[in-house]
């Protein structure tokens, strides 16, 4: 089992930056895909990045391709989200999941077995 917890996101204006953590806890780390996935209201969940256990490889959503950068510390069992240029749009409820260990990196919501309790993030214009 992992557990994962986000940190807290926050209200931020157009154009500024945010960054955001995911730590897991309950075993190794390293073995895992990790996802950043966002909702906003009346909208299904949206992919926003992925992360290969070694971090060697990345995957973004278009939306946010230039803009966010995805990382991880697996010393620390964390996984970050740097969001800068922030926009409105990018305005939802920011949940980080990780895949069962050795599976491959994913842009499908679906195949993340476990997930944090999701963060508000709001971007005032």
């Known amino acids: 089992q992992v557990q994962l917890v986000e940190s807290e996101g926050g209200l931020v204006q157009t154009g500024d930056s945010l960054r955001l953590s995911c730590v897991a806890s309950?075993?190794?780390?390293?073995?895992?895909?990790v996802g950043w996935f966002r909702q906003a209201p009346g909208k299904e969940r949206e992919f926003v990045a992925a992360?290969?256990?070694?971090?060697?490889?990345?995957f973004y959503g278009d939306s946010v391709k230039g803009r966010f950068t995805i990382s991880r510390d697996n010393a620390k069992s964390t996984v970050y989200l740097q969001m800068n240029s922030l926009k409105p749009e990018d305005t939802a409820i920011y949940y980080c999941?990780?895949?069962?260990?050795?599976?491959?990196?994913?842009?499908?919501?679906?195949?993340?077995?476990?997930w944090g309790q999701g963060t508000q993030v709001t971007v005032s214009s």
């Open positions: 309950g075993r190794t780390f390293s073995g895992n895909v």
């Open positions: 999941g990780a895949r069962r260990v050795n599976q491959g990196i994913s842009k499908m919501s679906s195949q993340y077995s476990y």
């Open positions: 992360i290969s256990q070694s971090g060697i490889t990345t």
